[in-house]
């Protein structure tokens, strides 16, 4: 059984209950782990606030060494942990690496970064005696990084990344049913030189992550998930005044205009829709296509979704077929099910696609729809797995009304070469992203986050570090 990361240390649960992680692929038991409870959380965090006072006076310099040892500590794994994370997640090898080589890349971003936190300094009027001003950067105190079953590790990296930078503890809770991988590369840090308590991992459910959320000891909350759990987080926190970002849901549209590059666009929304099976937050998820190019963009889509193949990944797909694995659990599965016979119903014609296979594994045939109506739950929740939508419009008036006629607002796309449509899908897409021409892609360089129900904050970017500082000012006087 894998334990706990507490302090340093590896423990059980003190309850003694534990849950089981499944394989998707074949529905079997891989390991258990701990079932955290109140208990623990409390101990976790009493760990990270104790390793806090040492760890926040650490030279910058030294917190970025220790994170670049860590770093490459797992590089070294990383064929390993992409292994395990097929086992968890379901998700094909190569997709695995992938995750893995983004971790890394953002906790090298971070890691650059540690040093180059910067306040201000400025004159300030004599009234009262001459003096000057300064703003300082302090770290916040303990962190709590909760994530989701998705992307276990490149989600772990955009939190604990620019909270170790600055100067921050951290109790980081996984999704209860993708929980190895992230225990392994906590562990990883600490062998390779991570004062103990710098970094924790409790496992567990829904009591563990509202045990952290709303520990008085926790000053910083980030969490991603569904909109339904972030609005409990906020609840949580929010009587504590804690520091809270939340990244949930996403339905992004994309708008493809008469003069885009057809194939390219099939190729970024094929990949952008059934990567992961389609269990994205950023993911195309709603298709507006022009008319005078929708039977083209059609034609290549269903050609190029019938090369997916559906199987374990870490079995190797033959070219010219593309490996897609299971979906996370049956119920997420059976969620998508009905979201797909809602459409139906209500008149929608699938295009490809739309079943279970038989045999085990929570698979979904990728599945492309098409005249749903705009009021099914195909378009108005967000849709977690790998079902595409498309619609027909007549101009941009149309699409740009149809992309914002949602309450998530994560990423948007548009693919064209004109100037001004580029300009209006900037300035009129309620999106916290919107790409030109590509794949919707979470760089690290920028910031990631959301309007209306796909949440507050942001991560990525030089902007996430000022979610983990507080700014103080200090004024200096007597300089008479």
Same mark, same amino acid.
């Given at each position: 059984?894998?334990?706990?990361?507490?302090?340093?240390?590896?423990?059980?649960?003190?309850?003694?209950?534990?849950?089981?992680?499944?394989?998707?692929?074949?529905?079997?038991?891989?390991?258990?782990?701990?079932?955290?409870?109140?208990?623990?959380?409390?101990?976790?965090?009493?760990?990270?606030?104790?390793?806090?006072?040492?760890?926040?006076?650490?030279?910058?310099?030294?917190?970025?060494?220790?994170?670049?040892?860590?770093?490459?500590?797992?590089?070294?794994?990383?064929?390993?942990?992409?292994?395990?994370?097929?086992?968890?997640?379901?998700?094909?090898?190569?997709?695995?690496?992938?995750? *893995?080589?983004?971790?890394?890349?953002?906790?090298?971003?971070?890691?650059?970064?540690?040093?180059?936190?910067?306040?201000?300094?400025?004159?300030?009027?004599?009234?009262?005696?001459?003096?000057?001003?300064?703003? *300082?950067?302090?770290?916040?105190?303990?962190?709590?990084?909760?994530?989701?079953?998705?992307?276990?590790?490149?989600?772990?990296?955009?939190?604990?990344?620019?909270?170790?930078?600055?100067?921050?503890?951290?109790?980081?809770?996984?999704?209860?049913?993708?929980?190895?991988?992230?225990?392994?590369?906590?562990?990883?840090?600490?062998?390779?030189?991570?004062?103990?308590?710098?970094?924790?991992?409790?496992?567990?459910?829904?009591?563990?992550?509202?045990?952290?959320?709303?520990?008085?000891?926790?000053?910083?909350?980030?969490?991603?998930?569904?909109?339904?759990?972030?609005?409990?987080?906020?609840?949580?926190?929010?009587?504590?005044?804690?520091?809270?970002?939340?990244?949930?849901?996403?339905?992004?549209?994309?708008?493809?205009?008469?003069?885009?590059?057809?194939?390219?666009?099939?190729?970024?929304?094929?990949?952008?829709?059934?990567?992961?099976?389609?269990?994205?937050?950023?993911?195309?998820?709603?298709?507006?296509?022009?008319?005078?190019?929708?039977?083209?963009?059609?034609?290549?889509?269903?050609?190029?979704?019938?090369?997916?193949?559906?199987?374990?990944?870490?079995?190797?797909?033959?070219?010219?077929?593309?490996?897609?694995?299971?979906?996370?659990?049956?119920?997420?599965?059976?969620?998508?099910?009905?979201?797909?016979?809602?459409?139906?119903?209500?008149?929608?014609?699938?295009?490809?696609?739309?079943?279970?296979?038989?045999?085990?594994?929570?698979?979904?045939?990728?599945?492309?729809?098409?005249?749903?109506?705009?009021?099914?739950?195909?378009?108005?929740?967000?849709?977690?797995?790998?079902?595409?939508?498309?619609?027909?419009?007549?101009?941009?008036?149309?699409?740009?009304?149809?992309?914002?006629?949602?309450?998530?607002?994560?990423?948007?796309? *548009?693919?064209?070469?004109?100037?001004?449509?580029?300009?209006?899908?900037?300035?009129?897409?309620?999106?916290?992203?919107?790409?030109?021409?590509?794949?919707?892609?979470?760089?690290?360089?920028?910031?990631?986050?959301?309007?209306?129900?796909?949440?507050?904050?942001?991560?990525?970017?030089?902007?996430? *570090?000022?979610?983990?500082?507080?700014?103080?000012?200090?004024?200096?006087?007597?300089?008479?």
């Amino acid at each position: 059984m894998a334990e706990l990361l507490i302090g340093g240390e590896r423990t059980a649960a003190k309850s003694g209950e534990e849950i089981p992680v499944v394989n998707p692929a074949n529905e079997e038991t891989l390991e258990s782990v701990p079932k955290a409870g109140p208990e623990d959380v409390d101990a976790a965090v009493a760990a990270a606030k104790a390793a806090f006072e040492e760890w926040s006076r650490t030279d910058a310099d030294e917190r970025a060494s220790l994170m670049r040892e860590g770093i490459a500590r797992i590089k070294g794994e990383q064929k390993e942990l992409a292994r395990l994370l097929v086992q968890e997640n379901g998700k094909p090898f190569a997709e695995a690496m992938g995750e *893995i080589s983004h971790f890394l890349h953002g906790m090298s971003y971070y890691a650059d970064l540690a040093s180059k936190i910067q306040g201000s300094y400025t004159e300030l009027p004599s009234a009262l005696g001459r003096s000057y001003g300064m703003v *300082i950067k302090r770290p916040v105190g303990v962190c709590a990084a909760i994530t989701p079953f998705n992307f276990p590790l490149t989600l772990l990296g955009t939190k604990i990344g620019p909270a170790l930078a600055a100067g921050n503890t951290v109790v980081a809770k996984p999704a209860e049913t993708t929980p190895l991988a992230t225990l392994r590369v906590a562990q990883l840090m600490q062998e390779a030189g991570l004062p103990a308590g710098v970094l924790n991992v409790v496992t567990g459910g829904a009591e563990a992550g509202e045990a952290l959320a709303g520990h008085p000891g926790v000053r910083r909350v980030a969490f991603t998930g569904s909109t339904g759990v972030g609005r409990r987080i906020m609840e949580l926190a929010g009587p504590q005044f804690k520091r809270v970002t939340v990244e949930l849901g996403g339905s992004d549209p994309v708008i493809i205009c008469p003069d885009a590059d057809v194939e390219s666009a099939v190729r970024g929304v094929t990949i952008g829709r059934f990567f992961n099976a389609g269990q994205a937050c950023l993911a195309a998820k709603r298709v507006y296509v022009f008319e005078e190019v929708y039977d083209q963009f059609m034609e290549s889509l269903l050609k190029r979704v019938a090369r997916y193949e559906l199987g374990d990944g870490l079995e190797k797909a033959e070219k010219p077929k593309v490996r897609m694995g299971p979906m996370h659990t049956d119920r997420y599965r059976q969620q998508i099910s009905d979201q797909l016979q809602d459409a139906v119903d209500k008149g929608a014609k699938v295009a490809c696609g739309g079943g279970f296979p038989d045999g085990r594994g929570y698979f979904f045939e990728p599945t492309v729809v098409e005249d749903a109506p705009h009021g099914s739950r195909l378009a108005t929740e967000e849709v977690f797995g790998p079902v595409l939508p498309v619609w027909r419009v007549s101009g941009m008036d149309e699409a740009i009304r149809l992309a914002n006629d949602s309450p998530y607002g994560l990423g948007s796309s *548009i693919w064209t070469q004109n100037v001004k449509w580029v300009h209006r899908a900037a300035q009129e897409i309620e999106a916290g992203m919107t790409w030109v021409n590509q794949l919707h892609y979470g760089y690290d360089e920028l910031p990631f986050g959301g309007v209306k129900q796909s949440g507050i904050g942001r991560e990525h970017g030089q902007e996430a *570090i000022e979610y983990y500082v507080e700014s103080k000012a200090v004024v200096v006087g007597g300089l008479d």
